[in-house]
């Protein structure tokens, strides 16, 4: 029950919910609404008319479609090839560079690193193209010149998943690595001194007094990413999905969006894309609350 | 930090730094070069040269001239532009009310706030809510898609906590409304969080392609990434000249498709190119100058 006084302070704070009142319109239409749509897993949709509850049909039909099977694997194979691969580069990028001071080495390396987080993965794919050219691509002529045989790599299976690990490591390990530069930051000068005075050589330095200084955010960030592991990439992997290699790379969200959107499967489609977002909710809520626990960082 | 001798591994690190930030450099300084080329010499142009071969705008002339690409890029513009500024307008509003002391609701509000941030729409039923409202086939889907993020929403949240109470107190005393202590007081001390987190709406806007190529379908809504992704992603190189220019123009057909492909490329990233700089200024500034970030 909303007692009397509270009534009172909301009509004294008119003004403030008059202003929220937009934003909250579009959570409504743009989260909330969709949000509730999604029964429509448990429907079968209908044109004309109201749908017709069906239960967890299109739940049985999907996980008993042999290609869901897959859709999972590689969603999981991709998403964890990158969480534990890619973790530790932007750690070892961030450890390197703090073995030159600020100066234009330093500068230069951060201000060229930082720029392909921005690009968009249309942008980051055309590069790519071109660097894994079979022609003219760099890395082949470099294969060549070491008398290997030059490789289309973009449309080999084994490969294709290497290359969207390499790209997404090409993309954010330098910016990735901010956050571990800032905590190297943070260690007290006089830790170093002290150190110095020990007589400690460099790599003790690093190991003794740098690295331990990382364990927090290293935490936070790993438990974290565990969060997002039914999201291995939707925008990476539609700019580089052809058809020799769609079968090693096709994740759930690129067939929700083509059995939803392409087939116009409304219900099956929404009934994977349920139980990639309930999965999801799951999983964040509870590396959120874990990271939170052991690190006193969470994902807000 | 004390004096250090260069030794072999400082030097071994220096040159792998050096190779993977050449990776970064030189393809995209190659994109650049091979745009500048003259379509005669370009395919002398190797893919580590970074000097184009001959100069010519004639890559420029035609992409920019294509009124597909033309439109495009406008669209895109419109969607970026309009979409951070009521981006910026909203996220910082909800921002104000939500950092009020006492709000009824507030805790509610926050948890709704947070489930929504972590629980993701179906695609379908974007689609169909975006067809609902009649916003299919129109760029203002795109501005008001993903309009306020909730992660930034709390990072600015954060932010107006640490204004100090005496400077709005002061102001609500002379009989201030909440409108005048938003636009008066809390703007123009925001003003450094809502660059940076413009930016970053503004880099999510141009960037998109995914959402804009389901919600706009007609040429005319296009959007620069969809169209890029034609060319580039998808080799289909047709809408890039238009075949109404190839009959008009005799020295199309003396073009290089990799040297337009590479202008089209460079024009998608002139903005995030421009916007870079402040970005690092702001963002990484704590970072870049070696001091503490907090």
Same mark, same amino acid.
């Given at each position: ?300 | ?87 910026? /307008?909203?996220? !910082?509003?909800? @921002?104000? =009310? %939500?950092?009020?002391?006492?709000? *009824?609701?507030?805790?509610? &509000? #926050? ?23 009649? /916003?299919?086939? !129109?760029?203002? @889907?795109? =501005? %008001?898609?993903?309009?306020?993020? *909730?992660?930034?929403?709390? &990072? #600015? ?23 005048? /202590? ?44 969809? /169209? ?67």
């Amino acid at each position: 029950m909303i007692g009397n006084g509270k009534l009172r302070k909301i009509w004294t704070d008119k003004a403030l919910y008059l202003m929220l009142l937009p934003c909250i319109a579009y959570f409504v239409i743009f989260h909330v609404w969709p949000i509730a749509g999604m029964k429509l897993a448990f429907y079968d949709y209908r044109i004309i008319g109201n749908d017709v509850y069906v239960g967890f049909k299109y739940f049985k039909e999907l996980f008993g479609t042999p290609i869901f099977g897959q859709v999972l694997r590689n969603t999981l194979i991709i998403s964890a090839m990158k969480m534990v691969l890619i973790f530790p580069i932007p750690i070892l990028f961030a450890l390197m560079l703090n073995e030159f001071a600020n100066g234009k080495f330093r500068k230069a390396v951060q201000i060229v690193s930082y720029l392909p987080h921005f690009l968009s993965w249309v942008v980051i794919a055309g590069i790519w193209f071109e660097f894994l050219s079979p022609t003219t691509g760099a890395v082949n002529e470099l294969l060549k010149l070491f008398g290997f045989h030059a490789q289309d790599f973009l449309t080999d299976k084994d490969s294709i998943r290497w290359v969207l690990l390499a790209s997404e490591a090409w993309r954010s390990m330098g910016w990735d690595s901010i956050i571990f530069l800032a905590a190297i930051m943070g260690v007290s000068p006089s830790l170093y001194e002290a150190a110095h005075l020990d007589g400690a050589n460099r790599w003790q330095i690093v190991t003794r007094i740098v690295l331990p200084h990382l364990y927090i955010p290293m935490v936070t960030i790993f438990i974290l990413n565990v969060g997002f592991i039914m999201n291995a990439g939707l925008d990476q992997v539609l700019n580089f999905a052809n058809s020799s290699v769609n079968s090693r790379i096709d994740i759930i969200d690129t067939y929700v969006y083509r059995m939803g959107l392409l087939n116009n499967q409304y219900s099956f489609a929404t009934a994977a894309n349920l139980f990639k977002s309930f999965i999801g909710l799951v999983l964040v809520l509870s590396t959120h609350f874990l990271s939170k626990r052991l690190t006193s960082k969470g994902a807000w | 930090m004390p004096a250090r001798r260069i030794t072999w591994s400082k030097a071994l690190i220096a040159l792998f730094l050096s190779l993977v930030t050449l990776t970064m450099f030189i393809p995209i300084v190659n994109l650049i070069a091979r745009a500048l080329s003259n379509p005669g010499q370009v395919h002398l142009l190797r893919g580590y040269e970074l000097w184009p071969r001959g100069f010519s705008l004639i890559n420029f002339q035609v992409v920019l001239g294509n009124p597909i690409v033309g439109r495009a890029l406008l669209n895109s513009l419109f969607i970026t532009i309009a979409g951070t500024v009521l981006s910026l /307008l909203f996220t !910082s509003i909800a @921002a104000y =009310v %939500l950092v009020q002391k006492n709000l *009824v609701g507030k805790t509610p &509000i #926050m948890i709704f706030l947070i489930i929504i941030m972590i629980f993701e729409p179906g695609i379908v039923q974007e689609y169909m809510v975006v067809k609902d409202i009649h /916003l299919l086939d !129109s760029l203002w @889907a795109m =501005v %008001l898609y993903r309009m306020i993020n *909730v992660y930034y929403l709390i &990072i #600015m949240m954060r932010f107006l906590e640490d204004i100090p109470d005496s400077l709005t107190e002061a102001a609500k005393i002379d009989g201030a409304g909440h409108l005048t /202590l938003y636009t008066r007081i809390v703007v123009p001390l925001s003003r450094i969080p809502l660059v940076t987190i413009g930016m970053f709406y503004a880099v999510a806007k141009w960037n998109e392609f995914f959402k804009s190529s389901i919600f706009l379908s007609s040429p005319k809504n296009t959007v620069l990434q969809v /169209l890029l992704r034609q060319f580039v992603v998808e080799q289909d190189t047709t809408a890039l000249v238009g075949a109404s220019d190839l009959l008009k123009n005799n020295n199309i057909a003396q073009l290089d498709f990799s040297a337009l492909k590479a202008a089209t490329i460079v024009v998608a990233m002139v903005p995030i190119l421009m916007l870079y700089p402040v970005i690092l200024k702001h963002y990484t500034r704590g970072v870049m100058d070696g001091g503490v970030k907090e």
